[in-house]
């Protein structure tokens, strides 16, 4: 299960969630334009439909989607750290949120955890945890806020794609 916290000085959201696969593995989900659109969703919420990625320093990407409401949406931004299997970070502008630009770092550490592991109680062995912090919300704890509960939704689904192979429902 995922968590989420917001920094004390609410400018950054703290996400994390135990998966049970390697870092490689979890590494290819978020940054495959073919396979984030498959998890990245819920049918009733909103589902990423086109991802596009040029996954390096400098490189630009760009997810579209629909929302609940059947509006189209977009989310894109420009990598800023690549450290396969390991690092990604990259800004983060959505065509929802005016001019505010964040950046988003997901860390994945590879671990061997026991059933009383915070981010997965009810699992155990070799995995990956993953951290994703997004930074830069300028003490607007409503936008940090939306984020962090989107951020447990979006560890979730990652979660389920990559252990179970699931697919977002549309």
């Known amino acids: ?7 004390p000085d609410q400018n950054a959201v703290i996400a ?4 049970a ?3 490689a593995r979890v590494f290819q989900a978020i940054s495959d334009p073919a396979q984030l659109p498959k998890w990245w969703g819920q049918s009733g919420l909103y589902h990423v439909v086109k991802s596009t990625m040029d996954v390096r320093p400098g490189g630009k990407w760009r997810s579209d ?6 509006k189209e949406f977009y989310v894109e931004g420009e990598y800023l750290e690549v450290e396969p299997p390991r690092l990604l970070v990259h800004t983060w502008k959505g065509s929802y949120s005016g001019p505010l630009t964040t950046v988003v770092r997901w860390e994945l550490e590879p671990q061997t955890v026991n059933a009383l592991h915070p ?3 009810k699992k155990s062995g070799t995995g990956t945890l993953v951290r994703v912090r997004q930074e830069g ?4 704890v409503a936008n940090a806020t939306g984020h962090g509960e989107g951020w447990k939704r979006v ?5 389920a794609f990559v252990e ?3 697919i977002s429902a549309r």
Not at 1 to 7: D, E, F, P, S, W
Not at 16 to 19: A, G, N, S
Not at 65 to 70: H, T, V
Not at 155 to 159: C, M, N, R, Y
């Open 21 to 23: 696969a390697p870092p």
């Open 164 to 166: 179970r192979g699931e």
């Open 155 to 159: 560890l979730g689904w990652l979660e």
């Open 65 to 70: 989607g629909i929302g609940a409401d059947g």
């Open 137 to 140: 919300f300028a003490g607007n």
């Open 1 to 7: 299960m995922a968590t989420a916290t917001i920094t």
């Open 119 to 121: 981010s997965g109680p």
């Open 16 to 19: 994390e969630i135990f998966i």
